[in-house]
């Protein structure tokens, strides 16, 4: 396989990865916890992949845009229920809630939908190329890779360019103080909560397009969306962003070129990574302040 | 003025030891006498699921003086269980179908699996434990996954299939009367183990942990070496961890990488919860009531035959529904104590 087929694959792999990790960040840097309920945030955005996609037919940037809704409306509705009444207990306990949850939610998914794994087929074509080693993009890649650059546009622009954006970055880096320059970080918490879930959404259905829905499919991927998060330096979304595609391009490098015996040690290998960092720059990637 | 001697007050554990000392003896006498009675199907799948009860006793036990006491988010407890249980079953083990095994006696590799615990907690101890505490969680976690992704994928230690052969040390007259056999024995180390961490607890040593949960800053102002009793705290935990992963290997001849998910520590840690973080005996409690539900739904499963998988989803939404509703209404846990909740 040649370098560049790497350098594709790696980039899928970076992009779904980092728009669940953008949105646990913000969770990360605004709420102040670690959500470990967020892939269950992702599955039903893959859930929603199979049904807008392949039981209603629609296109995929069609349904792309209808899970987008959905996923911020259930996933703001989960998170009022079960972690605004907790706001305060400190990130322990709100950890562990979000384990519980996502327990909850998992085996919901399951007993509802069955443990099955569903295919969806966007209906993607293939372009094959044969300069620079020979290799292949697919309106998937193109579909998945665009998404995400587009996201980060966005939440660029959001949290840079509006009052709301600025608003969040202001709770996350102090909250005392944010509150004490008359922000309502009440309603930050909420935006941050829609924004986190759409992109948990997000992600979710572009999973699905590439891998399978299943009560799980959000469930694989969190271990790796908080790694990729806690590497760019938990809170901080461009963190998210680069650490997002550094443990994809380490995941898919490992695949594509290590002997066979360790070659599947991909993922491991990402845990590794994650591992040294924090010992090494516990501020992350983006050096952001770490309370002792 | 009168100047009193403070006084440290053991709760009497002479009793426990002697509880712990009998049931050990009577397991051995089961394996040893070839004794054999009949055991109905129910009873077996309480001593089925009883086996992981007390197992994972050894490991929430542990992880209660780390966390509950202390306040260290260990989010790796099956890290040291799996090192345990690959060390002996690779050392111990006569002859896999896969992986590298060494057939050594199996005291040395208990011994050495113990050590190697040993090892790994002070590595990761003296490497993360300044970090944050959710930080501290994150990187055991990540060890933990590590330590999966090795032994299903890395060539030696028996990929999916994992290390068979292991000398069942427990073997008794039948296949029924191991299983009970294996429970007095386990159910013994389980109470010497509890009268060890309820020392623990009440010790000078145990208050200094706790002060350490409480303000770690403020104690380290008193003066005491708090690192160190921390690495301390990591190191204990190690060897009953390890120690318990040594016996389900000789228990169950085998292990896979199935004994060593990520379930385990959801489960130990929900276990702990529920009862009570801060209490030896909450915590076991608490695992006795997750347990206890799983048992329940065995049975309900055997007498109702529906589908196995829609049951268990059913009971995987009740605890976490359960352990929800605990830490929002509860925090301190069932058997908690609400005065010593600085950790929740």
Known sequence: MGVIQSVIFGLQLGSYIAIAAVGFTLIYGVVNFINFAYGEYMTIG?????????QWGLPAIVGLLITLVVTAVLGWIVSRIVFVPMQGTGAIPMLMASIGLGMFLRNFYQLIAGGEVRFVDIGAS????????????????????????????????LLTRTQAGIAMRATSHNELLARASGIRTKQVRRNVWIVASALAGVSGFLIGTTTFVSPLTGFNQILLVLAAAILGGAGSA?????????????????TAYLPTEVSGLGETLAFAVLIVVLLVRPSGLADVEVEA | MSTETPTVEFSDDRLLWAVGAVLVLLGLAIIFSGLEFGLSGIILIVIEVGIFFLLYALLVLPVNVQFGVSGLVNFGPVLWFGIGAYATAMLASTGSYQGVTFGFPWPIAVLAGVVLAILVGLLLGVTTLQLRGDFLAVVTLAAAEILYGIVEKVGGFGGATGIGGVPRIFEAASFPMTDLAVTFVLAGVVVFVYALAQRITDSPYGRLLKAIRSDEDATEALGKPTFRYKVLVFIYGAVIMGLAGSLLALY???????????DVTVLVWIGMLIGGAGSNRGSVYGLAIIMGLQLFTRIANEAFPVSQSQFAALRLMIIGLLLVLIIRYRPSGIWGNPEEREVL
């Open chain 1, 126 to 157: 293939q372009f094959e190329f044969d300069f620079l080693g020979g290799f292949f993009v697919s309106t998937q890649h193109i579909l998945i890779i665009s998404s995400a650059f587009i996201i980060f546009a966005l939440i660029h622009v």
């Open chain 1, 46 to 54: 893959a859930f929603m992949t199979f049904i807008t996609v392949n």
């Open chain 1, 238 to 254: 461009y963190g998210a962003f680069f650490g997002s595609y550094i443990l994809a391009f380490v995941i898919t490098f490992t």
């Open chain 2, 252 to 262: 169950n001849g085998a292990v896979s990488p199935g004994f060593i998910t990520l």
